[in-house]
């Protein structure tokens, strides 16, 4: 019965390669983010999503676009990938807003050759 | 100077010990505070909430000093399955973006 789900666990492309990653969670949750954790293991925010509307793009190149089909999913298509896109990528879930207990699904390890 | 700022460790600690780490925030606005825990190759999870007016849970204890604009979390009688390192997060007011720390790594060993 997993909260927040992720797929896949872990991607290895070629650089200049499109690749998505999906993400579900089963909790209810009208928010979900994606984040993006780099090899120093820094926590940065990318997307937040409310309800399937866009309400947080921190800086982030074009080629990363989220999309939310219904509220329950949030997926993260790249595009033409790059050396330093190679990080772990978490999705995550809140109630409302970003001032509640996010939980996070068990990240997508993405390598970029 | 960065938004949130923690003490990257590792703090390395044998059992029984009581340690503690700090997190600065530099918004003066930041509205909400939590201590995550991340073990290796794991996803972060919910330590606690930081309350005003501190709060504990067992051997956990987060306190939050508005005017010097840190947050603190004392682990009493350390265990080996402590090890991990623990963000600090904090929420600005209005906009709700939640900004998470670079990470305490504790070590504790027997």
């Known amino acids: 019965d997993t909260a927040v789900s992720q797929t896949p666990k872990y991607l290895v492309t070629q650089m200049g390669n499109d690749k998505s990653i999906k993400c579900e969670q089963n909790l209810g949750h009208d928010t979900m983010y994606w984040y993006k954790q780099d090899s120093k293991k820094f926590l940065k925010i990318m997307f937040s999503y409310n309800n399937k509307e866009l309400i947080i793009n921190e800086t982030v190149p074009n080629r990363f676009s989220p999309k939310s089909p219904d509220k329950a999913h949030l997926n993260l298509h790249i595009n033409s990938l790059e050396l330093g896109d190679s990080a772990v990528y978490f999705c995550?879930?809140?109630?409302?807003?970003?001032?509640?207990?996010?939980?996070f699904g068990p990240g997508t390890r993405l390598l970029v050759l | 100077r960065k938004e949130v700022e923690q003490d990257p460790g590792p703090f390395n600690v044998p059992e029984g010990a009581t340690v503690a780490f700090n997190c600065t925030y530099s918004n003066s606005a930041s509205q909400s505070f939590f201590w995550y825990r991340q073990d290796c190759r794991k996803e972060p999870k919910l330590l606690m909430s930081?309350?005003?007016s501190g709060n504990e849970d067992g051997r956990f204890t987060a306190q939050l000093n508005r005017a010097s604009q840190y947050i603190s979390l004392l682990i009493r009688d350390s265990k080996l399955s402590d090890s991990a390192t623990y963000l600090c997060?904090?929420?600005?007011?209005?906009?709700?973006?939640?900004?998470f720390g670079r990470g305490t790594s504790l070590i504790v060993h027997p």
């Open positions: 997060v904090v929420v600005q007011g209005g906009s709700y973006i939640p900004t």
């Open positions: 930081v309350y005003s």
């Open positions: 995550a879930s809140s109630l409302l807003g970003g001032e509640e207990t996010q939980y």
